[in-house]
């Protein structure tokens, strides 16, 4: 079987090594592409940082900092302070010791010429995720954002979420370098050749949001004979951890698991929403004023993934939808 996942940090890790999880419970041979967000990658102290790349890599790979979800298990920060003692900033963005080794073999290679397709494989061969990982594209794209403050200004994502921690309105969010991007080698291939397309709970705005908009990617999922199954990352009208609330009041987009998946309802076949959320979800995506509206199929379950074995649940549960439509089986 082969499956397709879009993802960004966090949320997608944990909910990615649950579906590896479920697939080996299941004694399923199946080959995981996941297509990683590269809209927050940032070039600190000359260094280029791909976080959800790395969280993805690390989580997979067995050496993820399972307290804060992100960077390196048993990580200091020497090099930070230092850094900190020269005065040379940013000091609001924090590289761990062991991770910084990271991304100086990242930066040396995409200085050689090498792309971040080839970069990335190559690190995976340390990590061994036992996914195919894939920058969404190998040009450098950026996601800024435009604050609502007297100068109007744009900063990029990172500095909105890391050093004000998204406490200042935001307006919009400019994707910088899109105009020049394209899907990275395999990414297309991969959506419209899976058995299964997943979209695990990531913020749908700054994670999803960035490789949707890249050519080609839409059309694939809407064209794809796969199932597409998306995981709302909202429970009760909050999100279950990072900064979508603030990213959807920017765009006037509720804070509900109808509001995420209104978003993304052309390329979804099957929204999956905490069972609070259920009735609303489904009267939402499935409105008889709007006949012309293709329906989402919604169902609900637990969507805490409190525990590695809380992760393995929910994936199982999405990939049972995922196979439960369109007469999908394991074998297809």
Not at 57 to 62: S, W
Not at 213 to 231: F, K, N, S
């Amino acid at each position: 079987m082969r499956v397709a996942a879009l993802s960004g940090g966090v949320g997608g890790a944990r909910f990615l090594r649950g579906l590896l999880g479920a697939l080996r419970a299941r004694d399923v041979a199946a080959e995981v592409t996941v297509v990683a967000n590269t809209g927050d990658d940032i070039t600190l102290h000359g260094l280029r940082v791909c976080p959800d790349l790395d969280t993805l890599m690390y989580t997979l790979g067995g050496g993820v900092d399972e307290a804060q979800g992100w960077g390196r298990d048993g990580d200091t920060g020497h090099v930070a302070a230092e850094l900190a003692a020269y005065g040379a900033g940013p000091d609001w963005f924090t590289l761990g010791d062991r991770d910084v080794a990271t991304h100086l073999v990242r930066t040396r290679m995409l200085g050689a010429g090498y792309t971040l397709s080839e970069v990335t494989r190559a690190l995976c061969e340390r990590w061994r995720p036992g996914v195919r990982l894939l920058p969404m594209s190998d040009q450098p794209v950026e996601t800024h954002v435009v604050v609502r403050d007297p100068e109007r200004r744009a900063v990029h994502l990172q500095e909105w979420w890391v050093r004000g921690h998204a406490e200042t309105p935001a307006e919009g969010f400019p994707l910088l370098g899109l105009d020049r991007a394209v899907p990275a080698p395999g990414v297309l291939d991969a959506l419209r050749g899976a058995d299964v397309v997943l979209l695990p709970p990531s913020n749908p705005v700054v994670s999803l949001g960035p490789v949707l908009a890249l050519p080609g990617v839409r059309d694939a999922l809407r064209g794809t004979a796969a199932p597409v199954v998306g995981v709302a990352p909202v429970v009760g009208g909050r999100t279950v951890r990072g900064m979508a609330a603030a990213c959807l009041a920017a765009l006037d987009v509720p804070c509900t698991a109808a509001g995420v998946g209104g978003l993304l309802r052309d390329v979804l076949d099957a929204w999956l929403v905490d069972d609070a959320d259920l009735g609303a979800t489904r009267a939402a995506l499935t409105p008889a004023d709007h006949p012309d509206r293709a329906d989402v199929a919604v169902h609900g379950t637990d969507l805490l993934m409190r525990d590695r074995e809380g992760a393995v649940r929910l994936a199982g549960t999405a990939l049972d939808v995922a196979l439960g439509l369109h007469g999908a089986t394991a074998g297809a």
